[in-house]
């Protein structure tokens, strides 16, 4: 099962900042905090990961709480084009399921016009 | 260029058949994955192999089976035994870091939807 908890949808105008939540509450301490996205009847894409600092790329920040019990993906400026579904997902460290992605629902984003 | 690549895009099988989904990748990568997806729902491991000749069972492995034996190829047969065949199927693969797989990305391919009829 996922081990990550996210809203089902989210709205946001367009650009204006989004920001996706994610809870993690039983989160290991090797876990690395990964999301990805998808629009419909394609593959998933790397969007950005991180361990316990704050991230940024080209897409998106990534914003951890010290605890690491939760995270925050921010799209700086949203545009039509980031509409698609976000997953947060633990890719473990340790243990035979080390490096797998397991996904759940994710948070089906909206951008209007 | 490199990437990871899933044929065809479309299937059709009737029902009973075997069916063999490719996936390929130049991306020199250790691991593969192979996920399903159905309708409004997220993504479900089948399978996986982190070295040549070697792979393990995911989530849903039951009517499916896999081979490793290159190290760019991982190709997914859906057999007769699966009960509910048709879905949108996803290929990925990642590099090792080390011996780690966790801090590096995925790369997903473009998907192959299986219609069984």
């Known amino acids: 099962d996922a081990k990550t908890t996210q809203p089902n949808s989210m709205e946001s105008n367009e650009e204006e900042p989004v920001h996706l939540p994610c809870n993690h509450s039983t989160i290991s301490g090797t876990d690395y905090i990964h999301w990805y996205r998808q629009l419909p009847s394609q593959g998933p894409e790397y969007v950005i990961h991180?361990?316990?600092s704050n991230v940024n790329n080209r897409m998106a920040s990534l914003a951890i709480a010290e605890d690491r019990k939760s995270s925050t993906l921010i799209l700086h400026r949203a545009t039509l084009r980031d509409a698609a579904v976000y997953y947060c997902i633990l890719r473990e460290n340790y243990g035979g399921s080390q490096g797998n992605l397991i996904f759940g629902k994710g948070t089906k984003l909206s951008v209007k016009p | 260029d490199g990437g990871i690549t899933q044929s065809p895009k479309y299937l059709f099988r009737k029902e009973g058949q075997n069916v063999t989904l490719s996936c390929e990748q130049n991306l020199n990568h250790d691991a593969m994955y192979w996920y399903r997806q159905d309708p409004g729902q997220g993504l479900r491991l089948i399978y996986y192999?982190?070295?040549?000749?070697?792979?393990q069972k995911g989530d849903i492995a039951e009517g499916y089976s896999v081979s490793r034996e290159k190290k760019e190829s991982f190709p997914l047969t859906v057999t007769s035994a699966q009960k509910n065949p048709t879905a949108f199927y996803l290929c990925?693969?990642?590099?090792?870091?080390?011996?780690?797989?966790?801090?590096?990305?995925?790369?997903f391919g473009q998907g192959t939807r299986l219609t069984v009829v």
């Open positions: 990925a693969s990642s590099t090792l870091q080390g011996i780690w797989l966790a801090n590096t990305e995925a790369f």
């Open positions: 192999s982190q070295i040549v000749n070697d792979f």
């Open positions: 991180g361990l316990t």
